[in-house]
């Protein structure tokens, strides 16, 4: 599968995008999946931009990370939206709110890929799956069949993983947005 983003270049690139509520993990996923580990506490309030050089499917590429940190959802959102080539709109198992907060990225995320040809994929990603233990018995917890519900309603690829278990669960997700990056 090619995986030739933007124009021709000896090295393609992938813009890649997390999204959601504030202590879902995105840092922790974007840390985990840029060096392996789990750093359990990170500044809350700081966005930025991680550049890591991958081999997806054989093929090297440059993945850009914007780790951001919106502190009310979906506001001021130009600084990604033309920029991204997929989004990954994380929420926390076992934060309702979170999963919430997700239903207001896909909403903004679907009118924007409206206007956009080829549509920019979005990979909903259930965050904190190490916390599973109570899901079946707590109304605060979110169920795998939400998760799966949410990603078919607005058309998106689905995952849960652990920020702080398997590297290898979180960079398949990482990849896994590569190859569905939008491809000129
Ligand atoms: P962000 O605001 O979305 O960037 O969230 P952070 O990455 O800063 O994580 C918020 C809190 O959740 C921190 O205390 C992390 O240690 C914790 N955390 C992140 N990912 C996981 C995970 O997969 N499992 C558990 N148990 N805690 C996590
Ligand atoms: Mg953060």
Redesign the pocket.
């Known amino acids: 599968m090619s995986v030739m983003f933007g124009k021709a270049k000896s090295c393609p690139e992938c813009n890649l995008v997390l999204l ?1 509520a ?8 974007t840390v985990k999946f840029l060096t392996k580990r789990f750093i ?3 500044d ?1 309030y700081l966005e930025d931009i991680y550049s890591s050089e991958e081999i997806v499917d054989h093929q090297p590429v440059t993945v850009r990370v914007m ?1 951001t ?1 919106d502190q009310e959802g979906p506001v001021n959102c130009e600084r990604y939206l033309s920029w991204a080539n997929a989004f990954l709109v ?1 929420y926390s198992i076992n934060v309702m709110e979170s999963f919430r907060g997700c239903q207001l990225y896909l909403k903004t995320l679907s009118l924007h890929n409206k206007t956009f040809s080829p549509q920019t994929p979005i990979i909903l990603l259930g ?5 599973d233990r109570y899901r079946l018995v707590s109304p605060v917890q979110v169920s795998q069949c939400d998760g799966e519900a949410l990603a078919a309603h607005f058309g998106c690829l689905f995952f849960e993983v ?3 278990r398997d590297f290898h669960s979180v960079q398949h997700v990482f990849h896994e947005a590569v190859r569905r990056a939008k491809r000129d």
């Open positions: 959601g504030m202590g879902c993990g995105k840092s922790a996923l359990s506490e990170y809350p780790d940190c994380v965050n904190k799956l190490d916390m652990s920020a702080c």
